[in-house]
């Protein structure tokens, strides 16, 4: 069995050039195919969805990295009932809305967590 690597993103990218590192370190990692990648948003992050990314930081990352992830036939994670999700429009990949009860249990069944 693969190992698993949740990435959690926490951070807005409006503000910080974290969410997109975030999301390329995701697809670079899940390209090597020697690990599980799971991607979970939470708060402003989910905003890095958003086709209209042209004003966050290291926008071209969302676009050019987001494709890859919904390759994997996988959703990306994102915070049930968050207030960003009514402003998210279009998203460039599809998204799951998961609780936080379901969110600690994905990071309890993975081997890495890692924090943006």
């Known amino acids: ?14 503000t910080s050039g ?5 999301i390329r370190v995701a697809a670079g990692i899940g390209t090597w195919k020697k690990v599980e990648v799971l991607l979970y948003l939470r ?3 989910i905003l890095s969805l ?18 890859i992830l919904q390759e994997w036939g ?3 994670y994102v915070q ?7 402003l998210l429009g279009e998203a460039l990949t599809s998204f799951e809305e998961v609780s936080d009860a379901q969110w600690a249990s994905l990071a309890g069944q993975s081997t890495y967590v890692l924090r943006f």
């Open 74 to 76: 996988r959703p990306v």
């Open 18 to 22: 974290r969410p997109a590192e975030a």
């Open 43 to 45: 708060g402003a992050a």
């Open 80 to 86: 049930k009932g968050a207030p960003e999700l009514a």
């Open 50 to 67: 958003s086709e209209y990314s042209d004003e966050w930081i290291d926008e071209d990352n969302f676009s050019r990295y987001l494709p």
């Open 1 to 14: 069995m693969k190992p698993r690597v949740l990435i959690v993103v926490e951070s807005n990218p409006r």
